[in-house]
Every structure is written in C-alpha cells, then in structure tokens.
Nanobody, 122 residues
Framework: QVQLVESGGESVQAGGSLSLSCVVSGRTYRSYAMGWFRQAPGKEREFVAAISWNSGSKNYADSVKGRFTISRDNAKNTVYLQMNSLKPEDTAVYYC???????????????WGQGTQVTVSS
C-alpha cells in the first residue's frame, strides 16, 4: 500500500511563492512517477505537473510553465512543487498522486493524497 501526505499549502498574496511537499510511504515509491493535480471550487481536478521516477522526465500544464517546478528526492520519499509568481487563479486544493508515467490523465495515477489548500489573494 502507498500513502501520500501533502503539506505546505497556505494563503499568500499574488506574486508570492509557496513550496508544497508530498511524503510517500511504501516500499515501491521509487518506482512510481509522481504528479501534482489541483481542484478549484466548482471545477474538475486538473493536471499541474508530473515527474518520472528518476527525474529524467517532467511534464507541466501550460498554465504553470515557467512558474512552477516539480522535483523529487527519492532518499526522502518526497516530491515537491515549487510555485512562484502565484496568481489568484492558482487557488485550489493541490493533490499529489503516484502513477506509472508522467501522464496528464487522472486515471493514470493509482494513489492520491488528501490535498492541501492553496489560496492566492489579489
């Protein structure tokens, strides 16, 4: 079984930065690709970023390219999402997920965390 716990969400002003973390438990963590998704009120959950098991491949949604950076530390079983130049439209609950590839599709991910709230005020 794989468990994911996100942290780092909080309220910030537009233009600010936040760093989210997701700690993964389970022996097979290093074999999983990891992704970040987000869900705003009244909207569907959407892809944000993903990283392959060895960090050799990264994928970003167009809306966050150049502002967000995904990374992972396999020694710490942790994946990160560094978010810069935040905008009010980045406000959402952010979820990390473990899957088999750096897909933009939710169905490609087998395990999900409970989410952490990010609120960006103008």
């Amino acid at each position: 079984q794989v468990q994911l716990v996100e942290s780092g969400g909080e309220s910030v002003q537009a233009g600010g930065s936040l760093s989210l973390s997701c700690v993964v438990s389970g022996r097979t963590y290093r074999s999983y690709a990891m992704g970040w998704f987000r869900q705003a009120p009244g909207k569907e959950r959407e892809f944000v970023a993903a990283i392959s098991w060895n960090s050799g491949s990264k994928n970003y949604a167009d809306s966050v390219k150049g502002r967000f950076t995904i990374s992972r530390d396999n020694a710490k079983n942790t994946v990160y999402l560094q978010m810069n130049s935040l905008k009010p439209e980045d406000t959402a609950v952010y979820y990390c997920a473990a899957g088999t590839g750096t897909s933009v599709l939710r169905r490609a991910y087998d395990y999900w965390g409970q989410g952490t709230q990010v609120t960006v005020s103008s």
